[in-house]
Each structure stands twice: as structure tokens, then as C-alpha cells.
């Protein structure tokens, strides 16, 4: 089976400055390599992951750094700018999504995995999962018009892999650069690494890509579920 990307608009909606590269920006590389317009919603701010020096201004030095990790890829950058662990499923917030959603028009969203293990991304989640219906609703109001059908939706791995079955791999060994040079731009991050409450992200990305890559043939992989909702499930 092979994956084409091409004629798609691929959107990954996630929670903190640094999730898509750790879990979808391979995937993310393939679609734009096969021609695909590609996007990344990130809707906190990252500002409370603070290394053990403190950072004055957190938010606006990781709102840089995720512009340049998004340069890196190609794609284009939309913020929701929600404070860390604020994150809410709200009607608020579904607006501000739904808006976010229309502005890309995607055919495909990336989304955290409900039961990931921080409350961001769960909220997250589920904001994805209720905008990917109403994104297509001429009954939500919003600046944009509504998108002609819903995108499909692909639920991610989760940080450490843990509790999550996947559905299906995604061959990221020739992407890998990529994903590593993404990650590298998060410079504010990568100094909380010999912090106690906190993990060496480039190491757990590695570690994580080439497992899931063992476990499916290759030497990297990012995996996936669908979302078995009505109109939220696309054929290849």
C-alpha cells in the first residue's frame, strides 16, 4: 500500500509548540513532498514550559521558534494562542477552530488521540474531533464559509506510545532530516532536557519514530488511527 499526498490539504491541529514535530511532522514532510499544502494549528502558547533558567517572555520566544521549525517544513502557521493547561473544550474555543479550520479548507486533520496523557491534548481532541463536523456546517457562523464536506481525521500516536493501538504506519525514514530539524528549532525546549520534570525530546522523538518503524519494517514511522465517525472517514 502507498500513501499520495497529492491534491491534499493537510492540517494538524495540535496543543503545544512542539507536538506536531514530535508526532506528525514526518507525515507532515511526506504530504508536502508529494505536493500537498500543509498546516499546523498550534493552540497554546507553550508559555509555561519554562527551563530550570527562566525565559523572560516565553510565549513570544516559542511563537518564534514555531515559526522557524514551520519554515523548515513548508507549511503554514495558524495560532490559537490559549495559555498552557488553560486549554477548553468550549464554545469559545470551538469558534476560534472552526475558524482556524476554514481558513486551511483541509481535506485531511492530524489530531491528538483523545486519551493522550496531558489535559491540553485531550482538550485538544476533542476540539478537533466536534469542529471537523461543524467546519462544514452552513449553520455554524463564522468569517469564512464553510467547507463543502468534512476532513478526515486521523487520530496520532501518543508521547511515549503509551496505551495507543495503532490503526496504521506512515514510513517517515526519508523524512527524518526534517523532523529532526523541526524539533531543533524549538531551542527553548531542547535546554529543559536534563530537567527532572521534564524528558530529552530529541532522544524520546527518535526513540519513538525508529520503535514504531521496528514494529512495521522500517527504519522510522509515525502511526495513526482513523476516526470511525460518520463523514470522517476518507478511502485511499
Same mark, same amino acid.
Given at each position: 500500500?502507498?500513501?499520495d499526498?497529492?491534491?491534499?490539504?493537510?492540517?494538524?491541529?495540535?496543543?503545544?509548540?512542539?507536538?506536531? !514535530?514530535? $508526532?506528525? &511532522?514526518?507525515? *507532515?514532510a511526506?504530504? @508536502?513532498? #508529494?505536493?500537498?499544502? =500543509?498546516?499546523?494549528?498550534?493552540?497554546c502558547q507553550?508559555d509555561?514550559?519554562?527551563?530550570?533558567?527562566a525565559?523572560?517572555?516565553l510565549?513570544?520566544?516559542?511563537?518564534?521558534?514555531?515559526?522557524?521549525?514551520a !519554515?523548515? $517544513?513548508? &507549511?503554514?502557521? *495558524?495560532?490559537?494562542? @490559549?495559555? #498552557?493547561?488553560?486549554? =477548553?473544550?468550549?464554545?469559545?474555543?470551538?469558534?476560534?477552530?472552526?475558524?482556524l479550520?476554514?481558513?486551511?479548507?483541509?481535506?485531511?486533520?492530524?489530531?491528538h488521540?483523545?486519551?493522550?496523557?496531558?489535559?491540553?491534548?485531550?482538550?485538544?481532541?476533542c476540539?478537533?474531533?466536534?469542529?471537523?463536523?461543524?467546519?462544514?456546517?452552513?449553520?455554524?457562523d463564522?468569517?469564512?464559509?464553510?467547507?463543502?464536506?468534512?476532513p478526515?481525521?486521523?487520530w496520532?500516536?501518543?508521547v511515549?506510545?503509551?496505551?495507543?493501538?495503532?490503526g496504521?504506519?506512515?514510513?517517515?525514514?526519508?523524512?527524518?532530516?526534517?523532523?529532526e530539524?523541526?524539533?531543533?528549532?524549538?531551542?527553548?525546549?531542547?535546554?529543559?532536557?536534563?530537567?527532572?520534570?521534564?524528558?530529552?525530546?530529541?532522544?524520546?522523538?527518535?526513540?519513538?519514530?525508529?520503535?514504531r518503524g521496528?514494529?512495521?519494517?522500517?527504519?522510522?514511522?509515525?502511526?495513526?488511527?482513523?476516526?470511525?465517525?460518520?463523514?470522517?472517514?476518507?478511502?485511499?
Open positions: 500500500m502507498r500513501l499526498f497529492s491534491g491534499e490539504t493537510v492540517l494538524a491541529i495540535v496543543a503545544h509548540p512542539d507536538d506536531a !514535530e514530535l $508526532l506528525c &511532522a514526518g507525515t *507532515l511526506r504530504a @508536502r513532498n #508529494d505536493g500537498a499544502d =500543509v498546516a499546523i494549528a498550534v493552540l507553550g509555561k514550559g519554562q527551563p530550570a533558567e525565559i523572560a517572555d510565549a513570544a520566544v516559542r511563537r518564534e521558534e514555531m515559526k522557524a521549525a !519554515e523548515v $517544513l513548508g &507549511a503554514r502557521l *495558524l495560532l490559537g494562542e @490559549r495559555p #498552557d493547561s488553560g486549554l =477548553v473544550d468550549d464554545l469559545a474555543t470551538r469558534q476560534l477552530v472552526v475558524e479550520i476554514r481558513s486551511v479548507r483541509p481535506t485531511l486533520v492530524l489530531a488521540a483523545p486519551d493522550d496523557y496531558h489535559a491540553d491534548h485531550r482538550a485538544a481532541s476540539l478537533a474531533e466536534a469542529t471537523s463536523w461543524t467546519c462544514a456546517s452552513n449553520g455554524w463564522s468569517q469564512q464559509p464553510a467547507l463543502d464536506a468534512p478526515a481525521v486521523w496520532m500516536d501518543t511515549g506510545m503509551h496505551d495507543f493501538e495503532p496504521f504506519y506512515v514510513d517517515v525514514s526519508n523524512v527524518m532530516e526534517t523532523k530539524n523541526m524539533l531543533q528549532e524549538h531551542t527553548s525546549q531542547l535546554r529543559r532536557s536534563g530537567d527532572g520534570d521534564f524528558a530529552p525530546l530529541l532522544d524520546l522523538m527518535r526513540q519513538q519514530a525508529e520503535a521496528m514494529q512495521c519494517g522500517v527504519a522510522a514511522a509515525e502511526c495513526f488511527r482513523i476516526h470511525r465517525a460518520f463523514k470522517r472517514v476518507s478511502a485511499w
